[in-house]
């Protein structure tokens, strides 16, 4: 069986050269793709048709890309992939704080796209509310959440209660970057949202507990966004 068989993706995207491009490279390994040039049209299939996955442009002409992620979060758990230009650091994080899973710096790789599209896929069935996995695991982490006990292989890693929820939020989606805003409000509380120096510190010591490789890291930083956790064997 092909890569993408039976895998529905919206590919959302104004340029014909892009989406011809992303759109041949997905079909190639198995995809059903569909293509659409705006926001309405996008939601319009979105509505009347199953995903699996939408790779969605923020600079549409009609609808902008956030409010497309924003209206397709109302009654759709699908994953989003955003693709955003270098330089748009606050576009990134309020796609994601509007539910998008990932983005993609334009101009990108076909295979970096696609290796985001192969982790989007493998993390998209979640918990839904009150259904959350007590126990956590990604990789050989283990993070029984109950017991505030987290593991690493046969190692108990022994974390700060801040460190666990840091931790913690990041293994419930492992491969989607969380911003600084949602980690801190998760971890010190909703009056928190701006105080990023924080986070520096407490990933430096989650890294060194973890005795995470520099090179293979398992929790990564996103420069100015946010950060995630992969299974550095799978997703790295």
């Not at 989406?19 to 705006?38: E, I, K, P």
């Not at 199953?50 to 397709?72: F, H, K, N, Q, T």
């Not at 022994?158 to 969380?178: I, Q, W």
């Not at 980690?183 to 973890?210: F, H, M, N």
């Amino acid at each position: 069986m092909t890569e993408g068989a039976g895998v529905h993706v919206l590919v959302v995207d104004d340029e014909p050269a892009l989406q011809r491009a992303v759109g041949a490279a997905l079909r190639t390994r198995g995809y059903d793709v569909h293509l659409s040039a705006s926001g309405a049209e996008a939601l319009d299939h979105a509505v009347r048709n199953p995903l699996d996955l939408v790779i969605l442009d923020l600079g549409l002409p009609d609808l902008d890309g956030l409010e497309v992620c924003r209206r397709l979060r109302e009654w759709s758990t699908v994953p989003v992939i955003v693709l955003t230009v270098e330089d748009a650091v606050d576009r990134k994080v309020q796609a994601l704080d509007e539910g998008a899973d990932d983005f993609v710096t334009k101009p990108f790789s076909m295979p970096e796209l696609l290796a985001r599209v192969r982790v989007a896929l493998r993390h998209r069935t979640r918990p839904g509310p009150g259904t959350e996995a007590a126990v956590l695991e990604v990789g050989d982490l283990r993070i029984d959440q109950p017991a505030h006990r987290v593991t690493l292989g046969d190692r108990i890693v022994d974390l700060t209660p801040k460190e666990f929820a840091f931790l913690a939020l990041l293994a419930r989606n492992p491969g989607r970057v969380h911003t600084h805003r949602a980690i801190l409000q998760a971890a010190w509380g909703p009056s928190y949202g701006t105080e990023t120096q924080y986070l520096r510190v407490y990933a430096s010591q989650i890294r060194k507990k973890l005795a995470d490789d520099p090179a293979n890291p398992r929790l990564v930083t996103e420069p100015g966004v946010g950060y995630r956790l992969v299974d550095p064997l799978v997703d790295g």
